[in-house]
């Protein structure tokens, strides 16, 4: 999976645009996208999807496009990685279970 290419899904411009908005929920996206995706839970998934619901408000309200831009390409993301790495984790987990 090319996370590099999803993870560039906004110019540096941007990032700082978006950092002067989200100072907090910044920091806790850099935290989740420099994770290895196979350490993902599905918690951070769906901090990451909250994450991009803020952005998108945010565009919205703003009237800036790459905002809401950006926060479709972290939720295709997001979505991405649940089907890449955490639902092939659960379906073993779940495998080890009921062989208990």
């Not at 920091?27 to 994770?35: A, G, T, V």
């Not at 831009?69 to 779940?94: D, E, F, G, H, T």
């Amino acid at each position: 999976m090319k996370e590099a290419f999803l993870k560039a899904g906004l110019s540096e411009k941007e990032a700082e645009d978006l950092a002067a908005y989200f100072i907090d929920v910044r920091k806790r996206l850099i935290e989740l996208l420099d994770k290895d995706p196979r350490e993902y839970t599905m918690g951070d998934i769906e901090e990451l999807e909250n994450i991009a619901e803020l952005i998108e408000k945010e565009g919205f309200e703003a009237k800036r496009r790459d905002l809401t831009r950006y926060s479709w390409i972290l939720r295709y993301y997001a979505m991405a990685v649940r089907a890449v790495y955490i639902y092939p984790k659960l379906s073993k987990q779940m495998e080890k279970a009921s062989a208990l």
